[in-house]
């Protein structure tokens, strides 16, 4: 019974001594995660500067669209007071040139 406690204890130590090239040691494992961890991280940084990439021109054409609403609405906006304007300009005239009167503004009104 000493003879296979012996061989036992035998085998134990010569596995224990013999290189365990299929089990991947806790280094190796350690690294890979922090490799992993790496590449994780650098894709994370990858689609977050995209995604500010995108929002930035987003943001970019909104504020070209608001100016250029913004200067449509005014050019709108002048288009309807000058139009305004002609037509009572147009009217002062006509008065003033019913009653023979001359007209304030004659030196702008040519017949």
Excluded: H
């Amino acid at each position: 019974m000493e003879n296979l406690n012996e061989e036992a204890k035998t085998e134990c130590v010569e596995e224990e001594t013999q290189p365990q090239s299929d089990i991947p040691s806790t280094e190796a494992v350690g690294e890979k995660t922090e490799t992993q961890k790496l590449a994780d991280a650098e894709a994370k940084i990858a689609e977050l500067t995209d995604s500010l990439l995108r929002k930035t021109a987003d943001f970019d054409n909104y504020r070209k669209r608001m100016i250029k609403e913004k200067q449509d609405a005014f050019d709108y906006a002048n288009t309807i007071i000058l139009q305004d304007l002609i037509q009572v300009l147009d009217d002062l005239i006509g008065v003033s040139l019913r009653l023979k009167m001359p007209p304030m503004l004659s030196r702008f009104w040519t017949e």
